[in-house]
């Protein structure tokens, strides 16, 4: 029965078998993709207010941050203008936002 099975379906089971298995390494890959966190520069920015306001997000020296800041974004010099479109080499979900809410408590 099972030879039978073989003879008539092999290249059935054997293109089913590759599917899912390239569809396994594409996962994978997909996966393993690092996320980096993308800004738009603002007024009054430069690239070491920026390191220093990421610096607990990434393992790199701010020296070592600006640097690869220029190397992946292509900059030929290390000025950055208003509006410009910056990645980061800090994945998304190691982002701790600042926020200047404070809580007041009432004293009644």
Request: glycine content about 4%.
């Amino acid at each position: 029965m099972l030879n039978f099975i073989w003879k008539r379906f092999s290249y059935v089971i054997i293109l089913l078998i590759l599917g899912v298995a390239s569809f396994s390494l594409f996962l994978i890959h997909v996966s393993s993709q690092p996320e980096y966190e993308q800004i738009t520069v603002k007024q009054g920015d430069t690239l070491w207010t920026i390191a220093e306001r990421y610096e607990g997000s990434h393992s790199m020296t701010s020296e070592e941050f600006i640097d690869w800041i220029g190397k992946e974004n292509n900059l030929s010099t290390f000025k950055i203008t208003e509006g410009e479109l910056l990645t980061l080499p800090v994945t998304e979900k190691a982002i701790k936002h600042n926020t200047d809410v404070q809580l007041a408590l009432n004293e009644d």
